[in-house]
């Protein structure tokens, strides 16, 4: 597995790229089955408003407001995410594999009172 990360930070603004790579891997004990390689990438942002200047005191309960969107599985990739076995493993037939999460999207509110 191999994971890289970009970030770029300016004033109250944060953004950010990940990539990951997991290689093929043997989904038998004989390796004559095999799960395929893939690709992921992630995006997030930032932005942080700090003691909101002017709009401080009308806000005075709450200050470092923050406002953050994400990303998770960028190119919407399909791809294997876990392996192993179920029942008896020594039969080597009861190999089982749980598929990775489409591309998903999410926002968030922070704040401090």
Do not use: C
Request: hydrophobic content about 35%; charged content about 15%.
């Amino acid at each position: 597995m191999y994971k890289s990360s970009l970030s770029y930070a300016y004033k109250g603004f944060d953004t950010s790229i990940d990539a990951s790579y997991m290689s093929q891997r043997n989904l038998s004990y004989t390796g004559d089955a095999k799960v395929p390689s893939y690709w992921l990438a992630n995006f997030s942002m930032r932005y942080k408003f700090g003691n909101m200047g002017k709009y401080a005191h009308s806000l005075g309960f709450m200050q470092n407001l923050e406002l953050s969107f994400n990303v998770y599985n960028l190119t919407n990739q399909f791809y294997v995410s876990t392996m192993g076995e179920n029942g008896f493993p020594l039969s080597g037939d009861a190999q089982s594999f749980l598929l990775g999460a489409p591309r998903q999207f999410f926002g968030s509110v922070r704040a401090e009172f």
